[in-house]
T-cell receptor, first 116, second 110 residues
Framework: GAGVSQSPSNKVTEKGKDVELRCDPI?????LYWYRQSLGQGLEFLIY????????KSGLPSDRFSAERTGESVSTLTIQRTQQEDSAVYLC??????????????FGPGTRLTVL | KNEVEQSPQNLTAQEGEFITINCSYS?????LHWLQQHPGGGIVSLFM???GKKKHGRLIATINIQEKHSSLHITASHPRDSAVYIC????????????FGQGTILTVHP
């Protein structure tokens, strides 16, 4: 079946503008995760959803970042008033159930965000 | 100090060599993942371990929970194995939140 998809694949924006990044998880996966990978840095957890709720928002770097999920499907990560340090690849992953030890996370291809 | 440390950071090998990548972590975990990231960025989950050893083709992953250490081995390495290998741990009660190592860049020359 189809894997995790993300759009856009690339986004170039000007400092101060808002951006929305979209993730379509694998159908039937109840858990959805957002990560980012800055240039030369490792992967960093941002937020995860179990269904439509986000029990752990501890990874969001500032209040400019928010995320929502509707219909236990699509999720949107919004960054307001973008800054140059927000430039990174934003990765989405989904899994059948969060925290299940037999659960594999399937990653999307990522959105490369560049803030000029 | 990072909660998850990988070594080496960079590894160069000749085709056919046996390769080992190490991962040490400092927190209690319920599982450990090994991920592969190819040039171009796509990430694939290779293994998830909570104990013992798993094998898939030429890849073997082991974990020692008491020593808080895991290894990823590649037998008969091939240039197509060239990628970044990332260790990630699922902390106790973290409900899916992975904490990642910095990754090991593997280059296998023909």
């Amino acid at each position: 079946g189809a894997g995790v998809s993300q759009s856009p694949s690339n986004k170039v924006t000007e400092k101060g503008k808002d951006v929305e990044l979209r993730c379509d998880p694998i159908s039937g996966h109840t858990a959805l995760y957002w990560y980012r990978q800055s240039l030369g840095q490792g992967l960093e957890f941002l937020i995860y959803f179990q269904g439509n709720s986000a029990p752990d928002k501890s990874g969001l770097p500032s209040d400019r970042f928010s995320a929502e999920r509707t219909g236990e499907s699509v999720s949107t990560l919004t960054i307001q008033r973008t800054q140059q340090e927000d430039s990174a690849v934003y990765l989405c992953a989904s899994s059948l159930i969060a925290g299940d030890l037999t659960d594999t996370q399937y990653f999307g291809p990522g959105t490369r965000l560049t803030v000029l | 100090k990072n909660e998850v440390e990988q070594s080496p950071q960079n590894l160069t090998a000749q085709e056919g060599e046996f390769i080992t990548i190490n991962c040490s972590y400092s927190v209690g975990i319920s599982a450990l993942h090994w991920l592969q990231q190819h040039p171009g960025g796509g990430i694939v989950s290779l293994f998830m371990l909570s104990s013992g050893k798993k094998k898939h083709g030429r890849l073997i992953a082991t974990i020692n929970i008491q020593e808080k250490h895991s290894s990823l081995h590649i037998t008969a390495s091939h240039p197509r194995d060239s990628a970044v290998y990332i260790c990630a741990v699922l902390g106790l009660d973290s409900y899916g939140k992975l904490t990642f190592g910095q990754g090991t860049i593997l280059t296998v020359h023909p």
